[in-house]
T-cell receptor, first 115, second 110 residues
Framework: DSGVTQTPKHLITATGQRVTLRCSPRSGDLSVYWYQQSLDQGLQFLIQYYNGEERAKGNILERFSAQQFPDLHSELNLSSLELGDSALYFC??????????????FGPGTRLTVL | KNEVEQSPQNLTAQEGEFITINCSYSVGISALHWLQQHPGGGIVSLFMLSSGKKKHGRLIATINIQEKHSSLHITASHPRDSAVYICAVGPSMDTDKLIFGTGTRLQVFP
């Protein structure tokens, strides 16, 4: 158990809908990252938050948005869902200041299926 | 060409064999991570290294910064080692953004 929790574990929805994925980082970790893992693209970095502020952005679509709240939990909002958004969405957290030297601890993931 | 390349893509082995998975990258990095993804989907961080060699149990990771290459070795492989092993690089010192390889699927048979 990494200490990172994600809810829900599974989500099935229809095209055009909007969903919210939730992540609680390990106690004390200030950085939260969101990743998408689809069958054809592998793992891709979406966005990073550090202590409530957006820190780095990757291949995140405009239909997707995220935020980190004062209690450090984070939410990833996906709207106008398309079939291609079906994927595993991982959240990870790491401590201290942003740095590539930080080990990242991954949550169990949310499996999103868009029908 | 991907910035992070792994080989082989698939690997099968008999229990007890020595396993090597390779990772080459084309970007400048400050750290390299090895991750393990189990069949159920969960991801575990195995190593993070920026130079030299690290060992944890039967797992050994090495990195050669000059050659932009890293290897993950598993000694005395066991069926429970069956998983996807993913190499990821951190390209910058001021962000934890990672660039991932496509993974190596390892199956160890008894």
């Amino acid at each position: 158990d990494s200490g990172v929790t994600q809810t829900p574990k599974h989500l099935i929805t229809a095209t055009g809908q909007r969903v919210t994925l939730r992540c609680s980082p390990r106690s004390g970790d200030l950085s939260v990252y969101w990743y998408q893992q689809s069958l054809d693209q592998g793992l891709q970095f979406l966005i990073q938050y550090y202590n409530g502020e957006e820190r780095a952005k990757g291949n995140i679509l405009e239909r997707f948005s995220a935020q980190q709240f004062p209690d450090l939990h984070s939410e990833l909002n996906l709207s106008s869902l398309e079939l291609g958004d079906s994927a595993l969405y991982f959240c990870a957290s790491s401590p201290r200041t942003p740095s590539s030297y930080n080990e990242q601890f991954f949550g169990p993931g949310t499996r999103l299926t868009v029908l | 060409k991907n910035e992070v390349e792994q080989s082989p893509q698939n690997l099968t082995a008999q229990e007890g064999e020595f396993i090597t998975i390779n990772c080459s990258y084309s970007v400048g990095i400050s750290a390299l991570h090895w991750l393990q993804q189990h069949p159920g989907g969960g991801i575990v961080s195995l190593f993070m290294l920026s130079s030299g060699k690290k060992k944890h149990g039967r797992l050994i990771a090495t990195i050669n910064i000059q050659e932009k290459h890293s290897s993950l070795h598993i000694t005395a492989s066991h069926p429970r080692d069956s998983a996807v092993y993913i190499c990821a690089v951190g390209p910058s010192m001021d962000t934890d953004k990672l660039i991932f390889g496509t993974g190596t699927r390892l199956q160890v048979f008894p």
